[in-house]
């Protein structure tokens, strides 16, 4: 006979059934609650607890069992403390879940009118289930690709969305993970040249009724309930632990095509909300270890996501299930990094954010997590943290995006606050001694406009989402090129595709770690929507009939240019003239340097940089001004003749010993 343990956390199966074992600091007692087929339901109260862990050896368990917990103990809202044994929650351990939720009191701990009183009707009926996953799978000699930060080419994209309506992935596995894992759509990856994909959330996530009261989904999946679990929605192969397999399948065929797979994971909040929210898990294990309270009126959840609640990041067993979630994907899953959400939340323990958080300094020590790419959303709703996170991890780097979208709509003043983004942001890293890789270089990304959209609307026209427009960014630093949306006009379209190219070859020229909006290589519109969290529909889903294969190959060129050039890609900043090497030189258009009035004129909206490292160089030459520039070639370092490399100007050419360039307006030329 077994005996039980208080570790691992969750279910785990032994000879004679399953070690379960759940953390409740406040509870009185636990059960496991097993379900038949046919939905009856079978109850064994966790007998042994040690410290605040309660734990037992439950028979008749095995692969495929569907299950939940009930924790008895007190209902005392205005103490934390919402105890429900009628309500079936989920294992907060759980690595698949099945089924979906029936909205409606049964879900609410609370009298939904009387908010401060329990709810007695059973949720067992209404609730999704754990389902125990068999963990055996072979993964062959797959392993961590490791791709340098350097050599990282980051694409962000959705697993519903991308293959959803792909003509060459079999229409059974569209929008799943074995469409993402299909040959075809890898194809368009490996074709255009990145490193990385970066996945919209795929923990297991609720559709919340707000939306679905409307005929709207939660696309993006910013709402999760599962930390250890796979969304079930994109199994094409079932939901009852087929998605663990299926998951690993997309990995491994991913990896096997030399690209990396990083997770946008949501560890700032859940999708249990406020105090007026349902009662799916945490909120009815232990409120007041997994959440953080309004001290002093513990009734109410200190938010700083904007979605209700905050996860308790000041508490061991809150950390414990970030650290315990990380490591599974990690090394059961094999996933190669994560963008965090929210990041600066995580690293709030006392309120304000701490660069030597517990949060921050459990993962620089981890030997399995350290070893794996961290990116961080380095904002949420009470700061703006870009250059606070440790020099182990990359952010976002949201001024990239405004910085660029202000320099290449031809905004007065921006050329400064540009060269700073394109020369890898050394005004936010390079004091801290940080490296410009810790920069995530995006123009766009999923929250906001596509890049086809950023071109073509003025506006946001977000009307689908049902909030009368009134959601999602107003200040976007886009123009449209005269012309609201779709044209027939040809000048506004060459001009919006020009931009386009300014925009991704910029990005891939410039010093850091690029991230591309996935469908932005082939134009991929929203119709002007830039909040399309909710819009799981052809809004969303990448339109390939519609791809502009032109822009596409444009895209590969320039990332393969990036490739070809190590000039483009140092992992610290260029080394300045007084310590001997002169590895960059911002210039004027006329070839000579830059002075402090050249700076601060509001109309100099163009400058060559020059790039070096070793034997490879490389001339930028950026021209955001409304007329036509002539550019004073530098010497070429190690002699030779200028060659033309990269240009948005399709027509741009460079004559053989040329030492002046006509650089057309609202273009960039890069040259070797």
Partial sequence: MSRSSRHPLGVTLVEDGANVAVFSATADRVEFCRFDEDGTEHRTELTNRTGYVFHDIVPDVAVGTRYGVRVHGAWDPANGLRHNAAKLLLDPYATAIDGDYEWGQALFGHKMDAPDEIDDTDSASAMPKCVVADRAFDWDDDAPLRTPLSDTIVYETHVKGFTKQHPDVPEEIRGTYAGMGHPAAIQH????????????????????????????RNYWGYNTIGFLAPHNEYSSSGTAGQQVREFKEMVKALHAAGLEVFMDVVYNHTAEGNHMGPTLSFKGIDNTSYYR?????????????GTGNSLNVAHPAALALIMDSLRYWVEEMHVDGFRFDLATTLTRQGGEAEKFSAFLDIIHQ??????????????????YQVGGFPADWSEWNGKYRDDLRDFWRGTPGSLGAAVQRVLGSPDVYEASRRSPLCSVDFVTAHDGFTLADLTMYAEKHNEANGEDNNDGESDNRSFNGGVEGPTDDGSVNDYRNLQRRNFLGTLLLSTGVPMILGGDEVARSQGGNNNAYCQDDEISWYDWAAADRELQAFTASAIAFRKAHPALTPEWYRVAPEHGVETVQILRADGEPFGDDDWEDPLNMAVTLLLTDGEDVVAVLLNASETVVEFTLPERPGGGDWSLGLSSDAEQQVEEGATTLLVRDASFTALV
């Fill in 189 to 216: 990856l490996v074709d255009l040249g990145v490193t990385a994909v970066e996945l919209l959330p795929t923990h297991q996530f609720v559709q919340e009724a707000t939306l679905t009261d409307k005929g709207l």
């Fill in 293 to 305: 309270l309004v001290e002093g009126d513990e009734e109410h959840y200190f938010d700083t996501t």
């Fill in 366 to 383: 981890d030997p399995v997590l350290r070893e794996v790419k961290m990116i961080a959303e380095p904002w949420d709703t009470a700061g």
